[in-house]
């Protein structure tokens, strides 16, 4: 499943038993008897964390939801399962706890759009995956599933045609001027033209999780600064984390590590780097995806990452095999 997060989650609801103020998930897996799922909404429309739990193979959840919402199911294997609310309805979820990717989630027409979508491309490569991606939004530019794609599939790319971009925000927000994930997608693009033409590390100053202050200036002194979006939900993003321990061992100081984590919670962040022994200077303010440093460094997915020597820009998004290719010069062995 893509990476990203990076970026937008969605759940479910039904015409039955479901008032005007909740959306409603309901489901049933085969060979999964018992078990929990978290449930979060990347852009903050969800308040923290919420647990659905599966007893006997079913599961139901209702959720606060005054409008429509993009929520994030993290499924038992770690991979998560893009669901998308609206106020009164419900939606509901069959599929094999041994194929999670094979999941049909049927009752709006959001999601019935994405369903159809997800299994067309199931069999394609990236570049194919892309390119029906952005037929999908042409066609369909005033619904919900248009920026989740744009993020998902478009910008999620080694080298994202951000002129491309701006054309289908401009095209999705003729259709949809009140969706505030729409002007957050613009200002991310516009960001993101913007390092690539300059190369220069974005100025900031933040605060980390032990109140100490970051700022441009410290990483852009360093040889080598390595900035990493990651959460403690995400299987490849904790991964990544200690993979980083390895590499912050190895490089003697030479390269400097900054985590932005897009944890709903400062605590679970502070938590899961206590009881992995990572002392990395680590951002997270519970805002996820709509982080200050999300923003900053243009993170969609998860995990990301931005790569800079000497305070210019030289990689972004790269993969892990990229990236310990890169910093190789730079660690003892």
């Given at each position: 499943?893509?990476?990203?997060?990076?970026f937008?989650?969605?759940?479910?609801l039904?015409?039955?038993g479901?008032?005007s103020?909740?959306?409603?998930?309901?489901?049933?897996l085969?060979?999964?008897?018992q078990?929990?799922?978290?449930?979060?909404s990347?852009t903050?429309?969800?308040?923290?964390?919420?647990?659905l739990?599966v007893q006997a193979?079913?599961?139901?959840?209702?959720?606060p939801?005054?409008r429509p919402?993009?929520?994030?199911?993290?499924?038992?294997?770690?991979t998560?399962q893009v669901?998308f609310?609206?106020?009164?309805?419900?939606?509901?979820?069959?599929?094999?706890?041994?194929?999670?990717s094979?999941?049909?989630?049927?009752g709006t027409?959001?999601?019935?759009?994405?369903?159809s979508?997800?299994?067309?491309?199931?069999?394609?490569?990236?570049p194919?995956?892309?390119?029906i991606?952005?037929?999908?939004?042409k066609?369909n530019?005033?619904?919900?599933?248009?920026p989740y794609?744009l993020?998902?599939?478009?910008l999620d790319?080694?080298?994202?045609d951000?002129?491309?971009?701006s054309?289908l925000?401009?095209?999705m927000?003729e259709?949809?001027?009140?969706?505030?994930m729409l002007?957050l997608?613009n200002?991310?693009v516009n960001l993101?033209?913007q390092?690539?033409l300059?190369g220069?590390?974005?100025?900031?100053?933040?605060?980390?999780?032990n109140?100490?202050?970051v700022?441009?200036?410290?990483?852009?002194k360093a040889?080598l600064?390595?900035v990493?979006?990651?959460s403690?939900?995400?299987y490849?993003s904790?991964g990544?984390?200690q993979q980083?321990?390895?590499?912050q061992?190895?490089?003697?100081?030479?390269?400097?590590?900054?985590?932005v984590?897009?944890?709903?919670?400062?605590?679970?962040?502070r938590?899961?780097?206590?009881n992995?022994?990572?002392?990395?200077?680590?951002?997270?303010?519970?805002?996820?995806?709509d982080?200050?440093g999300?923003?900053?460094?243009?993170?969609?997915?998860?995990p990301?990452?931005?790569?800079?020597?000497?305070?210019?820009?030289?990689?972004h998004?790269?993969?892990?095999?990229e990236l310990?290719s890169r910093?190789?010069?730079?660690?003892s062995?």
């Amino acid at each position: 499943m893509k990476k990203f997060l990076l970026f937008a989650f969605a759940l479910i609801l039904t015409a039955c038993g479901t008032d005007s103020h909740h959306f409603k998930i309901e489901g049933r897996l085969l060979h999964l008897n018992q078990g929990e799922f978290y449930v979060y909404s990347p852009t903050g429309d969800l308040e923290g964390l919420d647990t659905l739990k599966v007893q006997a193979g079913r599961f139901a959840l209702e959720i606060p939801c005054e409008r429509p919402m993009v929520l994030m199911i993290v499924l038992p294997n770690f991979t998560q399962q893009v669901v998308f609310a609206e106020p009164g309805k419900t939606v509901d979820i069959k599929g094999d706890a041994s194929h999670m990717s094979e999941m049909t989630i049927k009752g709006t027409d959001d999601n019935k759009l994405m369903d159809s979508f997800r299994k067309r491309i199931a069999q394609m490569s990236p570049p194919e995956q892309k390119r029906i991606a952005i037929e999908v939004i042409k066609e369909n530019p005033e619904t919900a599933v248009a920026p989740y794609l744009l993020m998902t599939y478009v910008l999620d790319d080694r080298n994202p045609d951000y002129a491309q971009a701006s054309t289908l925000i401009k095209m999705m927000e003729e259709k949809q001027k009140d969706n505030g994930m729409l002007k957050l997608l613009n200002d991310k693009v516009n960001l993101m033209q913007q390092s690539a033409l300059n190369g220069r590390m974005p100025n900031f100053v933040l605060t980390d999780i032990n109140g100490q202050r970051v700022s441009s200036s410290d990483l852009a002194k360093a040889p080598l600064a390595l900035v990493v979006a990651w959460s403690s939900l995400n299987y490849e993003s904790t991964g990544l984390m200690q993979q980083m321990k390895m590499w912050q061992q190895q490089s003697g100081g030479r390269i400097k590590f900054l985590t932005v984590s897009l944890d709903p919670s400062i605590e679970q962040c502070r938590t899961y780097l206590k009881n992995n022994q990572m002392n990395y200077t680590t951002i997270c303010d519970g805002n996820m995806f709509d982080s200050k440093g999300a923003r900053i460094f243009g993170f969609y997915n998860l995990p990301d990452n931005a790569l800079f020597r000497n305070g210019q820009l030289i990689g972004h998004s790269l993969s892990q095999q990229e990236l310990s290719s890169r910093l190789q010069p730079y660690l003892s062995h």
